[in-house]
């Protein structure tokens, strides 16, 4: 079974990954800059960050 990949260059690709991942394409783009372009990668390192984000963002607000 082959990997999904995201193939940046290609503006359809890019906007149906950013709508499946729920995140801009410009971070889909700065994902597979980081970890490459299998989608499970990326989709990894997306949830990732952004569980990051929130939780920083929780320890910040109280």
Do not use: F
């Not at 193939?7 to 709508?19: C, F, G, K, P």
């Not at 971070?27 to 939780?55: C, F, I, W, Y």
């Amino acid at each position: 079974m082959s990997e999904l990949k995201i193939d940046v260059n290609r503006d359809d690709s890019l906007h149906e990954w950013a709508d499946k991942l729920d995140v801009s394409p410009q971070q889909v783009k700065e994902a597979v800059e980081a970890v490459g372009p299998l989608a499970a990668d990326v989709e990894q390192h997306l949830k990732g960050v952004r569980s990051t984000t929130n939780s920083e963002r929780t320890e910040h607000s109280g």
